[in-house]
């Protein structure tokens, strides 16, 4: 008995393991370049995004992929890229304060 519970444990762990060497969906990363891709450069674009561009979160909000890169500039907030799902063009970006 006490095998065959090892055996249930070991399971989720080992789906675990082998999942975690792959990336995700590679259509979210083509989203993420094309948000990173629509920032300006400069202190208040790129230059203040203060994690690699490949690890952006990503929502799902309407019909559109919210790319969020965070900054420096906390008072300004993170910048926020809109992706249209189905033409994978960039609808705008969200205001910053």
């Known amino acids: 008995m006490k095998k065959l519970l090892?055996?249930?444990?070991?399971?989720?762990?080992?789906?675990?393991?082998?999942?975690?060497?792959q990336d995700e969906n590679p259509n979210l990363m083509k989203v993420?370049?094309?948000?990173?891709?629509?920032?300006?450069?400069?202190?208040?674009?790129?230059?203040?995004?203060?994690?690699?561009?490949?690890?952006?979160?990503?929502?799902?909000?309407?019909?559109?992929y919210k790319v969020i890169f965070s900054t420096t500039h906390v008072t300004l907030g993170p910048i926020i890229v809109y992706v249209d799902i189905e033409t994978m063009e960039i609808e705008g970006l969200a205001p910053r304060y």
Not at 48 to 60: D, F, M, Y
């Open 6 to 21: 090892y055996l249930f444990l070991s399971i989720p762990l080992f789906i675990l393991i082998s999942c975690n060497g």
């Open 32 to 64: 993420r370049e094309i948000a990173w891709n629509g920032i300006d450069d400069g202190e208040f674009g790129k230059e203040s995004v203060t994690i690699n561009w490949r690890k952006a979160n990503i929502e799902v909000e309407d019909d559109n």
